[in-house]
């Protein structure tokens, strides 16, 4: 079954360095695609970045990249010079064909930026 | 804005009572897929429609119901509502579940924040 895990249930960077999120997955398939949604405090759920497992190279987007370590069923978020504003719940998610139709979700982890 | 619209965006409520949420999904998405978030259980999918049909289900308990109308917007009906059902209630749209899979990013409303006392 497939299975979403992220370990760090809180974690704590000083503004402008670069934290890195982990997520780690399970799943039989070949073919899936990985997410990571950030949650602030007012609640809704912000799409950051994706990653397919044909992709040959690691995702970015801006201030975001994912490190995507294939064969260690990881995919991590990487946040560079982080930001006042980063700090919230942020979410790692699958879609394989076992769940083809809906996005499992991990239990997420709390990142709090210290100015 | 991610384009999801989702009314209320709080509701308080006593036990027992029955609510209706809704969710209009982004222009052109046929997608609709709805979620429960609480502290206890995280991030829950409940059901998904899809141009107006039931294409998947989760955890979703059988006092709840969902439908999707032809103009694509979708309704969550919750009734016998329990202390237990007090959660964040999500609504999320994408295009066609088929094309680009599984790269198909879903987006998110701003959610509806039940609350059953």
């Known amino acids: ?115 | 804005d991610s384009g999801v619209t989702q009314t209320p965006k709080h509701l308080i409520t006593a036990t027992g009572q029955r609510v209706t949420l809704r969710c209009s999904p982004r222009s052109g998405d046929l997608s609709v897929y709805w979620y429960q978030q609480s502290l206890d259980q995280g991030l829950q999918f409940l059901i998904q429609y899809y141009n107006g049909e039931e294409r998947a289900k989760g955890n979703i308990l059988e006092r709840f119901s969902a439908q999707q109308f032809p103009d694509l917007h979708s309704e969550l009906n919750l009734s016998s509502l329990e202390l237990g059902d007090s959660a964040l209630y999500f609504c999320a749209s994408s295009v066609v579940p088929l094309a680009g899979w599984p790269r198909e990013t879903q987006y998110f409303g701003p959610g509806t924040r039940l609350l059953v006392l």
């Open chain 1, 1 to 115: 079954a497939q299975k979403i895990t992220q370990t760090q249930p809180g974690m704590f960077v000083q503004e402008k360095e670069a934290v890195t999120l982990d997520c780690t997955y399970d799943t039989s398939d070949q073919s899936y695609g990985l997410f990571w949604y950030k949650q602030p405090s007012s609640g809704e759920m912000i799409f950051l970045i994706y990653q397919g497992s044909y992709d040959e190279q690691n995702a970015t987007e801006g201030r975001y990249s994912l490190n995507f370590q294939k064969a260690r069923k990881s995919a991590n978020l990487v946040i560079s010079a982080s930001q006042l504003g980063d700090s919230a719940m942020y979410f790692c998610a699958m879609r394989d064909s076992s769940s083809y139709d809906k996005v499992i979700f991990g239990p997420g982890t709390s990142l709090s930026v210290i100015p």
